[in-house]
C-alpha cells in the first residue's frame, strides 16, 4: 500500500475544505494511504518569504524532518504548496551551509532534516505512481458526457529544473488522467498559465482579466467544466468568477472541479460526500451530464 506523509495545506482545510474531503475519500479508495502531518505549519505561500526568507525555509525543513521521522515523502494537494515546498527543499539539499542553518534552528526541538524526502503533488502520484490502469479499474460512473478542461496553473508546472517533472509548455498528465477516467479532455493555451490569484489583491482588475481570458478560452473550446490541481486557483476559478464576469462583460456560468472530486465522480462516489454543493458555481450541470448516462460503468 502505498503511503505518504500528507500535507493538505491551509487553504485546503478551511476555505476549500472539500478538497481535503475528496482526496481522503479518494485515497481510501485508492489504497493510499495518507498519514497526515497534523503538526506541520504553513508552507509560506510566498509571503513568509517575502519578509523572512530563513524563517520560511526553516517552517519547511520541519515539515521535511517530520515527515523524514516516518520514513516518508510529502504529498501536497495544492500547486502553491507544491511549489514552495519543493523550491525550499531543493535549496536544502543543494545546499550544505542552508541545510545547516535549518538544523541550527531545528535542534531548539529535537528536529534534524537529513535530505531525503521527496515533494510530490496528487496528480503527479495518481498518473505516474498509481497509475492510469489503476484508475480505470475504480472507474464505476460514465463521465464520458463531460467535456473537461485542466488547469494546471503556474506552480505545479514551473520552475521545471526545481520540479522535474511535467513539460510546463505542453502538459499532457491531466489530460491523461481525464481520459483515463472516461471524460473527454479540453485542450486550450490558458490551461498552463496563471489565474491570476497572486495579483488578485494588488491589481483586482488584472487579476480577473487573466481569470476571464483563461475561462472564456477553455469555454469556447467545448469544455463544459474545469478541473483545477490548486485551491488557489480554485478561488479564483470559482469564487471570484462572477467578478471576473464583470470584467469580462458576461456570465460564464463555468463548474470548476477540484482533482480529486473529479476522480471522485467517476469512481462512484456522491457529489454530496465530495462537496460539491461548497462551490459558489454550481456543479448541478455536471452531476446531471454524469446522471443522464444511462447506466454505470461494470466494476472491473
Keep these: 500500500m502505498p503511503k505518504y506523509a500528507y500535507f493538505p495545506g491551509c487553504v485546503g482545510q478551511d476555505s476549500c475544505k472539500e478538497l481535503d474531503m475528496s482526496t481522503k475519500l479518494i485515497a481510501h479508495r485508492l489504497g493510499l494511504e495518507l498519514d497526515e502531518l497534523e503538526e506541520a505549519t504553513c508552507c509560506g505561500a510566498g509571503f513568509v518569504q517575502d519578509v523572512d526568507y530563513d ?34 527543499n531543493h535549496e536544502l539539499k543543494k545546499s550544505p551551509e542552508r541545510l545547516a542553518m535549518a538544523n541550527k534552528h531545528l535542534a531548539e526541538v529535537g528536529l534534524k532534516y537529513n535530505g531525503t524526502v521527496k515533494v510530490k503533488h496528487l496528480l503527479q502520484v495518481l498518473v505516474d505512481e498509481i497509475g492510469l490502469e489503476t484508475l480505470r479499474k475504480h472507474v464505476r460512473v460514465d463521465i464520458s458526457a463531460l467535456n473537461i478542461g485542466a488547469f494546471y496553473g503556474c506552480q505545479i508546472l514551473r520552475p521545471t529544473d526545481i520540479l522535474q517533472w511535467e513539460n510546463s509548455d505542453n502538459p499532457q498528465s491531466f489530460e491523461r488522467l481525464i481520459a483515463a477516467l472516461g471524460g473527454k479532455p479540453v485542450l486550450y493555451e490558458g490551461r498552463k498559465k496563471c489565474c491570476g490569484f497572486p495579483i488578485t489583491f494588488v491589481n483586482e482588475k488584472a487579476s480577473m482579466t487573466m481569470n476571464f481570458k483563461n475561462m472564456e478560452e477553455a469555454q ?9 490541481s490548486c485551491p488557489l486557483c480554485h478561488i479564483n476559478l470559482d469564487m471570484y468568477q462572477r467578478k471576473a464576469d464583470k470584467v469580462g462583460g458576461r456570465r460564464l456560468d463555468l463548474p470548476i472541479l477540484h482533482l480529486p472530486q473529479l476522480v471522485g465522480l467517476a469512481m462512484g462516489i456522491s457529489p454530496k460526500e465530495l462537496g460539491l454543493k461548497r462551490h459558489l458555481i454550481s456543479t448541478d450541470s455536471v452531476v446531471e451530464a454524469v446522471k443522464a448516462k444511462a447506466a454505470p460503468v461494470a466494476a472491473s
Aim: charged share 20%.
Design 55 to 88: 524563517l520560511a525555509t526553516v517552517l519547511n525543513a520541519r515539515t521535511f524532518a517530520l515527515a523524514e521521522a516516518k520514513g516518508l515523502d510529502v504529498l501536497t494537494v495544492c500547486s502553491t504548496c507544491q511549489y514552495n515546498l519543493a523550491k525550499a
Design 220 to 228: 469556447e473550446r467545448g469544455a463544459d467544466v474545469i478541473a483545477t
